[in-house]
């Protein structure tokens, strides 16, 4: 359906940067631009049952256009010489770009996510969305006022502490959301569909283990839509009879 692809391209681009960024590797850009194609694979395909999640291609570009040039910097820094044109300055507005497309990135698709979850009467999954959103709010405003207010060198750390600790919040409750999806929003002709297989054996166990859990989720999903149904045609036929 697509949130397999949202879930590991969200798993790449904001966890595993994360570590691939530390040196001496200092990889971190490679994984965001994986991470970027995944998604956008992800949107495209969930944008065939909500339309909104099209709107996402929008953030998902900016990032891959401005880890393009954090690629150049990095092998640059590997091979010890980077371009004439790849300056601090230019890196710092690249920096403030790839802020805003992480903010509208999570501005346009936890929306979609809000969106499709009602569609499909799953209210608690819309809700953790929405949730999810105002923490993102919080990250960003954290964010904005460790790099733009002048605090003292003591209180600047306790903002920058609660901003790199929301930051982490922000990544698991998104996984975790992506998760709940893949097991709760799918078509039920996708439950006999294998995992696709992929050239590393670790994302392999990993779909295999979603797969598993998919197949129980989608069965129990279908049963009670089915009981929904059945409840909301009762409640019709009630009504009906009562203006008899």
């Not at 569609?119 to 990250?139: D, M």
């Not at 002048?150 to 698991?172: D, S």
């Amino acid at each position: 359906m697509g949130f397999g692809y949202l879930f590991l391209g969200y798993l790449f681009s904001f966890l595993l940067e994360i570590t691939a960024s530390i040196k001496p590797l200092g990889a971190g850009p490679l994984a965001v631009l994986a991470g970027c194609v995944l998604m956008l694979i992800g949107v495209w395909k969930l944008s065939d049952y909500e339309k909104f999640f099209r709107f996402s291609v929008i953030p998902l570009g900016l990032l891959l256009l401005t880890n393009v040039y954090h690629d150049i910097e990095m092998v640059g820094a590997w091979a010890g010489k980077t371009p004439s044109w790849v300056t601090g300055g230019f890196t710092t507005a690249i920096g403030w770009i790839d802020f805003a497309a992480v903010i509208l990135l999570h501005s346009l698709l936890l929306p979609a996510i809000l969106r499709l979850a009602m569609s499909v009467e799953l209210p608690k999954t819309g809700t953790a969305a929405t949730r999810n959103l105002i923490l993102v709010g919080i990250w960003g405003v954290l964010y904005l006022a460790v790099n733009l207010i002048p605090f003292p060198a003591t209180v600047k750390k306790g903002v920058l502490l609660a901003q790199v600790l929301c930051n982490f919040a922000v990544i698991l409750m998104n996984l975790w959301l992506l998760l709940s999806c893949m097991k709760n929003i799918a078509p039920e002709e996708s439950a006999e569909e294998p995992p696709h297989r992929y050239r590393w054996n670790f994302l392999n166990r990993i779909g295999d283990r979603f797969f598993g859990e998919h197949e129980r989720a989608v069965e129990k999903k279908r049963l009670e839509t089915q009981d929904f149904l059945l409840r909301r045609k009762e409640k019709r036929e009630n009504k009906n009879h009562d203006k008899k």
